[in-house]
């Protein structure tokens, strides 16, 4: 069978041409966005996913600011950093790389961003508006492995969906926004007795566990759309997905690379998020000041 590769790199570039647009529109209107990373300890990995992030920034026109700290850092002192940017106007959008030092409570620290600069959408309160199908800030990698699948122009009304993975910022928020297009979403995860039951009758299949080789063809029904998210170094130095890209092409009817599939789509909706966290505040700070005329 053949199939048709989803070109995360492609669909990351069209869609930073149009972010580019609406900043340079915000940019007119005297709103400038300005993203600030914070990272912990000087994690090598990390470095090249800030700079990764700062390349796209500057491509569209949004300032980025790196703040590192070190890793014996306390949960008080970076608490109060991330209260400091949440009051500050210059700052648009904060976002905490991940991992931190374990006397770090991510969570926590996370929950503490302002759910309208949050633009990795991991605030508790951005994540539970998914639920209600009002949040514009959802979790990136979610909201591109979503938009990758929209490329296929597969009707998502009824469509049987399989999520391998029930994590709290890819998995579980990959479904509610399934399920608010009225798709009908199975999630499995390491307590799934027959894995392979699930995956062989979906449509479209996510793979998000961080398991090189973990779906291979013979899980998969001929003709669906499986979306890769996972991503692994073999000990070649190779990076790979969590499927087993040459035997699942085989009966795919589309499917992600790994790396260029959902990778430059994640970083691209940062993007995307960042320019919807400026617009909210914007929004808010119009209707302050329209309330404040009236009084």
Known sequence: ??????????????????????????????????LVSIDVGGIHAIQLYVRNQQRACSEVGIAYEQRSYPAEVSQRELLAAIQALNVDPRVTGIIMQRPLPAHLDLKYLQNAI????????????????????????????????????????????GLEVVVVGHSEIVGKPIALELMEEFATVTICHHETRNLAIHTRRAEALFVAVGKAGLIHGDMVK??????????????????????????????????????????????????????????????????????????
């Open 1 to 34: 069978m053949s199939y048709k590769l989803i070109d995360g790199r492609a669909h990351a570039k069209a869609l930073r041409a149009e972010i580019s647009k609406h900043v340079a529109l915000l940019h007119e209107l005297g709103w400038q966005q300005k």
């Open 114 to 157: 302002h759910p309208d600069k949050d633009v990795e959408g991991m605030n508790a309160a951005n994540i539970g508006n998914i639920v209600y199908g009002g949040s514009t800030l959802g979790p990136c990698t979610a909201r591109a492995s979503v938009a990758l699948l929209k490329t296929t122009g597969l009707s998502l009304r």
């Open 222 to 295: 001929p003709g669906a759309a499986v979306i890769d998210i996972g991503i692994n170094q073999r000990d070649d130095g190779k990076i790979v997905g969590d499927v087993d890209f040459e035997s699942v092409v085989e009966v795919a009817g589309w499917i992600t690379p790994v790396p260029g599939g959902v990778g430059p789509m994640t970083v691209a909706i940062l993007l995307q998020n960042t320019l919807q966290a400026a617009e909210r505040q914007r929004r808010s700070y119009e209707a302050a000041m329209a309330a404040a005329v009236a009084l």
